[in-house]
């Protein structure tokens, strides 16, 4: 026990209690009035006193920035919300605005060719496995559909429907190798036919091919049907001309024509079910 009392443990004990009671003696003496020992004491109290000062300023900055945090986070959330809204808002503004110009287009179509007789359809289906992009539609043989009709996006070909159902068709489109179309070069006026491959299918081009080496046609041209063959009536827009190009395997050129319309990207469409001259000609 002695040991104890005389051990540096001991000591270290007595002299934090030594210090606690200076500072109970200083508190009480600040409350009381200032001595000189309560100037010692605080003198030697004074860092203590800042630094627990700091910690307490510490502690309400923390506080603070916990609940100014908070603040922040729910903020970030309302914003985020705000706009995936807006976002909803604008893709269904494209949607609306995509349907007005084509119905605007399709009216001045219609007024431009009384002759012709329309039925409105929506794509239900993509093949995925189709290189081409064929698609079907809501509409078959009950609404007047058959193999052949012509299927358009305001004045723009798509493509020709090669099967029928009752209740659906299926389309395959001018970037399919199957489809030719007889058609002329608005500018120069000359005429051949629209076909593709697959190498050209696949980037979106199409080709207005059989053209003589001395041709006129240049890039930005614009390419429509002529209606010959009886298939797909007159003036409907195929694409534009981006570049001329030789044929390798004959004497003959091309044009390289990139549609106007992004398949993958169609909802809505008509097909043509009735015009002038509907049947008459050749196949081509």
């Known amino acids: ?64 920035y916990f609940r100014s945090a908070h603040s922040y986070s729910e903020r970030v959330k309302e914003l985020e ?3 995936a809204d807006s976002r909803a808002q604008m893709v269904d503004y494209e949607k609306t605005k995509q349907q007005l110009d084509l119905y605007a287009e399709f009216l001045e179509l219609k007024k431009e060719n009384e002759d012709y007789k329309f039925a409105s359809a929506s794509v239900i289906g993509m093949d995925n496995t189709d290189a081409f992009g064929t698609f079907t539609l809501n509409k078959g ?25 009752p209740t659906y068709c299926v389309v395959n489109t001018v970037l399919n190798p199957s489809v030719n179309v007889s ?26 091919s059989g053209l003589e080496r001395s041709t006129s ?14 298939i797909y009536p007159a003036d409907l827009i195929i694409g534009t001309v ?7 395997t004959n004497i003959s050129s091309y044009a390289v024509v990139k549609t106007q319309v992004d398949f993958s990207q169609l909802r809505d469409v008509f097909i043509i079910t009735q015009f002038r001259g509907m049947g008459v000609g050749d196949t081509n």
Do not use: H, W
């Not at 203590?48 to 603070?64: E, H, K, M, N, W």
């Not at 009950?142 to 429907?161: C, E, M, Q, S, T």
């Open 141 to 165: 043989e009950l609404d007047g559909i058959r193999v052949n009709n012509p299927v358009i996006y305001g004045k723009y070909l798509v493509g020709v429907v090669v099967k029928t159902a």
């Open 81 to 83: 919300s705000e706009l």
């Open 242 to 248: 981006e570049e001329i190009k030789n044929d390798t």
């Open 183 to 208: 058609a002329y070069e608005v500018r120069t006026r000359e005429s051949s036919y629209v076909t593709t491959n697959i190498e050209l299918s696949k980037k979106g081009f199409c080709s207005l």
């Open 217 to 230: 046609i240049a890039p930005g041209g614009i390419v429509c049907t002529s209606g010959r063959g009886g």
């Open 1 to 64: 026990m002695r040991s104890f009392f005389k051990s540096a443990r001991f000591k270290g004990f007595v002299g934090v209690f030594a210090v606690l009671l200076l500072g109970i003696v200083f508190a009480a003496a600040t409350e009381s009035g200032s001595t000189p020992a309560s100037t010692v004491l605080g003198t030697i109290f004074s860092p203590l006193q800042r630094v627990s000062a700091a910690i307490s300023d510490s502690v309400d900055d923390f506080s603070i």
